[in-house]
């Protein structure tokens, strides 16, 4: 395994424990209405989104024709 | 805690609002470093005044340089850096630290019933900024000042002279500073407002303020980016704007309007906020349609942010967006035109006063449609086509900020000095100044519009012989404006030495800032007032309670130096 | 007593209990208004170099990466970038249950999570320092390529350095007792800069990596 491969292995790992850790505290903030809470939803939600991206390019269907390096 | 009078809504931020601390009394803090925010809406009017009066020199030499075809003083390089300077200094050190800061300041926290901004220590940094970044500012001209106008293009600017560097610094700087007072404004507004001031109860001056706010802190960053660009293009060579690098000066062009067209609208709402003040106060009336200009002022705000392009009809914009952005310009005629008719129905069978801030009040409603309407002509793309780079423009957007807002802040400045000094100034001077002003201004700018049709480029140091006698005209006209500016000085001068004493009211207005007396106390109120409907019904009663004179009321006494409540 | 407003008479015995209760959430209020509109207005400066990313980007289409010289431009790592956002973005979540501890009031979760985040942050920026290192597009200022890159990833560089001490200084006012269970600003503030700072991230990671 090079380094790259290491690395895409890692990443997608690491994706899916933070994506399901940012479920975990999206649904514990989720009955809360104050505005830091509101505003933490919407940044929770799209650090989640950012772990799906992680999830595609570890596979690399992002970027579309392969990644460099 | 005192009882709630039947029918008040206690607003729910009225615990933090009564909160006082102790004057200060040491000079330094009472004066230089001062956290309340009338002193500091003061130190923002004698900074931009100083600016003013400098930037009003640097025109007066654009002007005189202008008698004659050849130019009659300056090399075509020092002309560039004076009309550059000229306008930089008018629009960011002149127009909008006065219209926001200055009178923002000094007037709207009384209007809302607070003692203070939300933020006392982050409008101190937000002045102090002010002057260093004016410093900053005037100073490159001991290193070669910019050259591309106020609007700093690329190529041009960066080819500029040294001094451009230190021209994006303090616009940077100011801009940051805008940037906090835009935030401090809106939390203020949003929640210091003295129980039953519902928002449809603020007075349209503080509407004014509000809808200015998101333009501050959301526009101003983007030219916050595109200076550090700049900046940093021209320092460290990283290529942005340079076309041979791969880079595009339309880039500039997009990032530098997306700000600069919300910010004349920074430059204009603060002023109608005024006009909506001045008017009803001096036609004895109830302001006309106040929904509707309150809730203009939101909507003119909003829709700036979509037409920036307007500027770059000329500039090699992708054909297909011309049409929306001429449509989405000519559309926010519409809230414009709303609010000049609630204005000319205000004055409308009114016994009007004719004091000074009236009749600027007026002056400003014919002028800023005048320059309104050639806007309109500007935003028509195949017009702006033979409009665009001439003086037409120039003559446009003097029509909308000497007309409008300069003329706006004269009337407010004249309405609220009573307030400020606790002195009147000298009614006939003041009119006979409107009147210089005011046949000055039109005869200075009037035959630019024409001069613009024929043909005649902005920010070129000669021209053809052919339009002299028009220059000639608003040069000497452009003298007569400048007389009364002196006399303006003169006015505030005499005032402050031999002004009648004004006492709280002097208009017989009903915000609540003329409730309390001239100049206001440290704390504004003894007590916060609560409100009960808009300020504009004249004839109906007061409509607020609890001020200093009900009786049986507890007053609010210093608490502690330091905030004995810890808020971290 | 005749007709008389709300008004509490703030003598000088009045302090502590309730009153002090609602000044503090007032004044809180009012600041958590004013960080968030400071956010907007960040996400701004953030937004306006995006577009001149995509702007500059579309003025040389189809070739992106650009060719300098007659030399094609690599691609930027993804791999390493993918593994080095997820660390920013398990800082994130670890931010938001150092906060949610200290709210239940177990300081040494508090203090693990806060460590972790801190950690995590600092390992982000030293794979950023890796990642400038290796990065083979001509330096900040060779071409367009790399004036947005550098510029956009440096200036979310600078947010996370910034963050990283932010959240030092705030874990050191938790030790000398500043905050309390019900009093806790600051520590609301720093999460959410923390996790304003990791969606910029997002946008980034997207932008550069992928598209
Ligand atoms: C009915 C409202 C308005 C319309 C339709 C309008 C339209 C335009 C258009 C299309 C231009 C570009 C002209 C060109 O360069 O070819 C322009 C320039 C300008 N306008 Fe307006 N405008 C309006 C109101 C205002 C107001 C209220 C202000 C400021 C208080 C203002 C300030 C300016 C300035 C400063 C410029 C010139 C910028 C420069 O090139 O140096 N305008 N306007
Ligand atoms: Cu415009």
């Known amino acids: ?69 | 805690m005192a009882t709630v009078a039947p029918g008040v809504p206690t607003g729910p931020y009225h615990a933090v609002l009564d909160h006082i601390h102790p004057e200060p009394t040491s000079f330094i803090r009472k004066y230089i470093f001062s956290i309340d925010a009338k002193v500091i809406g003061m130190q923002y009017f004698i900074t931009g005044a100083i600016f003013f009066v400098i930037a009003g020199l640097l025109a007066e030499i654009i002007r005189t340089q202008l008698l004659s075809p050849h130019g009659a003083i300056l090399s075509a390089a020092t002309y560039n850096s004076v009309y550059s300077m000229h306008g930089s200094a008018m629009v960011w050190f002149v127009v909008i630290p006065l219209l926001t800061g200055a009178f923002g300041n000094f007037v709207m926290p009384m209007q809302i019933g607070a003692r203070d901004v939300a933020f006392p220590w982050l409008n101190l940094v937000a002045f102090w900024l002010f002057p260093v970044a004016g410093v900053i500012l005037f100073s490159s001209f001991l290193v070669g000042a910019p050259d591309a106008g106020w609007t700093e293009y690329p190529p041009i600017s960066l080819q500029g002279p040294l001094g451009t560097n230190l021209w994006c610094i303090a616009v940077f700087l100011i801009g940051i500073s805008s940037t906090m007072t835009g935030i401090n404004f809106m939390v203020t507004i949003y929640k210091m407002r003295a129980p039953g001031m519902t928002f449809t109860r603020m007075p349209l001056f503080v509407w004014g303020q509000f809808a200015t706010t998101p333009l501050l802190f959301i526009a101003t960053t983007a030219l916050g980016a595109a200076l550090a660009a700049l900046f940093i293009e021209r320092v460290f060579g990283v290529p942005f704007y340079d076309p041979k690098r791969g880079g595009s000066p339309v880039l500039w062009q997009h990032m530098f309007w997306f700000y600069s067209h919300p910010a004349v609208y920074i430059m204009i709402i603060p002023g109608f906020g005024i006009i909506s003040e001045v008017l009803p106060t001096f036609a004895r009336k109830p302001i006309f349609g106040y929904k509707m200009i309150a809730f203009s002022s939101v909507a003119i705000s909003l829709l700036s942010f979509s037409v920036w392009a307007h500027h770059m009809f000329t500039s090699g914009m992708v054909p297909w967006l011309q049409l929306p952005f001429m449509i989405i310009t000519m559309v926010i005629a519409i809230p414009t035109g709303v609010k000049i008719f609630s204005w000319m129905a205000t004055l409308w069978g009114g016994s009007i006063n004719w004091k000074t801030p009236a009749l600027y009040a007026t002056g400003f409603l014919i002028t800023f449609t005048y320059g309104g309407l050639t806007g309109f002509f500007l935003a028509a793309v195949p017009a702006d086509y033979h409009e665009h780079g001439t003086y037409f423009v120039v003559a446009h957007f003097h029509y909308v900020l000497y007309g409008g807002s300069i003329m706006s802040m004269f009337a407010g400045i004249y309405y609220w000095w009573p307030k400020m000094t606790g002195r009147m100034y000298n009614e006939k001077l003041g009119q006979l100044q409107f009147w210089l002003t005011f046949i000055g201004f039109n005869a200075t700018f009037t035959p630019m519009h024409w001069l613009g049709l024929l043909g005649m480029p902005r920010r070129v140091a000669t021209y053809d012989p052919q339009f002299q006698f028009w220059n000639q005209f608003a040069s000497i006209s452009s003298y007569v404006m400048a007389l009364g500016t002196v006399l303006f000085f003169y006015i505030l001068f005499d005032s402050l030495r031999n002004g009648k004493k004004a006492g709280p009211n002097p208009w017989g207005a009903r915000t609540l800032e003329w409730m309390v007396s001239s100049p206001p106390p440290y704390y504004n109120f003894k007590k916060i007032p609560a409100v009960l409907a808009a300020p504009y019904d004249f004839g109906n009663p007061l409509p607020y309670l609890g001020l200093d004179a009900a009786p049986g009321a507890t007053e609010a006494t210093p608490t502690s130096a330091s905030h004995p409540v810890p808020t971290y | 007593m005749a007709v008389s407003v709300a008004v509490h008479g703030h003598g000088p015995d009045d302090h502590g209990g309730h009153d002090d209760d609602i000044i503090y959430q007032e004044t809180r209020d009012m600041r958590l208004m004013g960080f968030v509109l400071f956010l907007v207005s960040d996400v701004v400066l953030f937004s306006s170099y995006i577009f001149a990313y995509i702007y500059l980007r579309n003025s040389i289409q189809p070739t992106w990466p650009p060719i300098v010289d007659g030399h094609q431009l690599p691609r930027l790592d993804t791999a390493f970038a993918a593994f080095n956002s997820v660390v920013l973005f398990g800082s994130g979540v670890t931010m938001h249950f150092a906060l949610e501890s200290w709210k239940h009031a177990n300081k040494p979760r508090f203090n693990t999570f806060m460590w972790l985040t801190i950690f995590l942050g600092l390992g982000f920026l030293g794979g950023q320092g890796y990642e400038y290192a290796h990065a083979q597009i001509g330096g900040w200022s060779g071409n367009i390529f790399g004036a947005s890159f550098f510029t956009l990833t440096g200036m979310h560089g600078i947010h996370v350095f910034l963050g990283v001490c932010f959240l030092f200084a705030l874990w050191i006012q938790t030790q000398r007792g500043v905050y309390t269970e019900h009093r806790f600003f600051g520590l609301t503030a720093g999460t959410l800069y923390w996790h304003f700072v990791d969606v910029i991230w997002v946008v980034l990671f997207f932008l550069f990596y992928l598209w």
């Open chain 1, 1 to 69: 395994m090079d380094l790259a491969t290491i690395e895409k292995v890692v990443a997608f790992i690491g994706a899916l424990v933070v994506f399901t850790f940012a479920l975990i505290g999206l649904k514990g903030e989720w009955h809360k209405k104050g505005l830091d809470d509101n505003v933490t939803k919407v940044l929770l939600g799209l650090m989640a989104f950012g772990c799906v991206l992680v999830v595609l390019a570890s596979f690399g269907v992002l970027p579309r024709g392969g990644g460099g390096a």
